[in-house]
């Protein structure tokens, strides 16, 4: 069955679509962290534009974080003071993120941005999980213990740089330069490539802040449901590239598979969890990089402009 896509420009196969959200939504309950990093390139490789599958995929990251943050809320699983720092920082990154979109669009060059910046972001995250993954198993392998997981409270250099605040719940008291800082980042790469960036914040979080590990998940979905819902709305009036149709067909999918990804995931071995993350960030990079290589059926396209007076 076949819908046409208003925002797109185009008709998609309603099972077709369908079927991704509910595989994407496994993975995402399966690793527990937003799909968007897997499924806006899913949606350019259908052949929807990059503009509207990256402004899209947005309100998907919103559904499937607000019910991840709920409950963590119920279970104080949640970092309230630490999760309004995040959100202050991604607000500054998620509108310099959509001014860049506009502006890559404007100028014609939004594809090529959009690819390159996943074949970089995907190459770097991926190899270093991979990396990461090889080691606990050769460690393992050789009867020696993995390298311990450092303790909420014991803090790096930078994080005593002017500006400290204490945070109780993540046993933190930090910089919130840094914080602001990477967060900022976070909210532009999710702007910009229709990610969550929860495969980036959760890491970040555990290795870079050191916030213990109960509070990591909860935390980071609280922060991107805040900084993706802005993301969207601006999107939806600067760009116009949110596709309605396509959001609601991606929600129904995504909220559906999530549900048994989860169940899934409870029996996931960490080291596994990680190389099986590692190889998929690695596989899209991939695809991605490919794309970069391989000639184009047709190198030229002619597209019409509006001449304003």
């Known amino acids: 069955m076949q819908i046409y896509l208003p925002i797109a420009e185009m008709p998609v196969s309603v099972l077709l679509i369908l079927a991704m959200g509910a595989a994407v939504g496994f993975i995402s309950g399966l690793f527990g962290i937003g799909g968007g990093f ?5 949606l350019i490789f259908l052949g929807i534009p990059p503009a509207v ?3 899209t995929q947005s309100a998907q990251i919103v559904a499937s974080s607000t019910t991840s943050a ?10 309230l003071k630490l999760g309004s720092m995040l959100i202050a920082g991604g607000l500054i990154g998620s509108g310099l993120g959509v001014w860049f ?3 890559a669009r404007r100028a014609g060059q939004l594809d090529l941005v959009i690819v390159v910046s996943y074949v970089t972001l995907f190459t770097v995250v991926g190899s270093l999980m991979m990396r990461e993954s090889i080691r606990e198993f050769w460690v393992k392998r050789r009867g020696g213990a993995a390298r311990p997981r450092r303790r909420g409270g014991d803090h790096a250099p ?3 740089w002017p500006l400290r605040m204490r945070f109780p719940r993540s046993k933190l008291y930090a910089s ?7 967060a900022l980042f976070v909210g532009f790469a999710g702007a910009l490539l229709g990610i969550g960036g929860g495969f980036i914040m959760v890491p970040a979080l555990l290795y870079i802040f050191r916030v213990p590990t109960g509070v990591v998940v909860g935390t980071s979905q609280f922060q991107i449901v805040c900084t993706t819902l802005i993301t969207l709305v601006l999107h939806a009036v600067a760009n116009q590239a949110v596709d309605i149709v396509l959001a609601i067909l991606l929600i129904v999918g995504g909220v559906f ?3 048994f990804g989860a169940r899934a995931g409870r029996n996931l071995r960490a080291e596994v969890f990680r190389f099986l993350l590692a190889i998929l960030l690695l596989a899209v990079g991939l695809r991605f990089a490919l794309e970069l290589m391989i000639r184009p059926n047709e190198p030229f396209s002619i597209t ?3 001449v304003r007076a």
């Open 257 to 259: 598979g999530a549900q």
């Open 101 to 103: 979109f506009a502006a």
């Open 53 to 55: 599958a990256v402004a």
């Open 304 to 306: 019409t402009e509006e």
């Open 176 to 182: 919130v330069i840094p914080i602001l800082g990477f």
């Open 158 to 160: 930078y994080l005593g």
């Open 38 to 42: 897997l499924m806006t390139p899913l």
């Open 70 to 79: 709920l409950g963590a809320l119920r279970r104080r699983a949640l970092d």
